[in-house]
């Protein structure tokens, strides 16, 4: 039984063709080897795949695919069937009535705060709010950039010491889901509102704001914020709004437009943001 215990090795790659499943014996350790991943496996790998054909007395390479499938799925059944438990015993849900983790995490937060969620039933308040959804920003803001400093082999005495750090943000999923949510008492408020006002809102106002504004973006700003724009916004992306170096790229293939979310410099219209 410990044989089956441990993940298997398959040589997935070499199994190519319906004939090797009539082989005899295990093909060579070369034929373990991934183009993908650029590795193979270990010596020991290669003697825990013999020791389970002598013990198994497997006959050809079908049997041994067989039994590495059926191993294969036993052991995630086996580890998912505990995670059933898991969920179970601590949160009193099963994790099968749900798609995602996320989605799990979500109805234990709900069923533990025992909070209830007020629907809209104001189709305008449904649109005002969906038409902040935004969803999340992947950009490049700049193409190459080669350092030089005395940590590479070809470094150059003679040019500026540069250095390219890598910087990543973590968990913002997570962050956001730790902030005020709303929950209920919706409700309009008359346009017009000052500045002011909103500016006197406290942070930890128990009545939180969704707020449609015209954003002018001043032009003092723009340096400083050229690499990272704040209030992206979805815009249909037209080939005339293209760089001159994405048109050479193209090189007159056919561009078809398409919604991306921009962080763009431009003065918003009509921007949907959440003053809480």
Sequence with gaps: MSLLLRKGVYPYEYMDSHQKFDEERLPSIDSFESTLTGSGISDEDCRHAQTVWNYFNLKNMGEYHDL?????????????????????????????????????????????????????????????????????????????????????????????????????????????????????????ISADVTLDWIQSIPQDSSEGYIFEVDLKYPEELHDIHNDYPLAPEKMDIKFEDLSEFSKAVLNGMKYTPSTKLVPNLKDKKNYITYYK
């Design 68 to 188: 590495y499938v059926k191993c294969d799925v036993l052991q995630l059944a086996d580890v998912f069937e505990n995670f059933r438990k898991l969920c179970h015993h601590y949160y009193g849900l099963d994790c099968v009535h749900l798609f995602t983790v996320p989605g799990l995490a979500w109805q234990s937060s709900l069923k533990m705060t025992d909070q209830p969620l007020e629907l809209f039933t104001d189709i305008n308040m449904h649109m005002f709010v969906e038409k902040g959804n935004r969803g999340g920003i992947s950009v490049i803001t700049k193409r190459f950039s080669q350092e030089n400093n005395k940590y590479l082999p070809n470094f150059d005495a003679s040019k500026s010491i540069k250095h390219i750090i890598y910087l990543d943000c973590n968990n913002l999923y997570g962050a956001s889901m730790v902030e005020s949510l709303p929950y209920g008492g919706f409700e309009w």
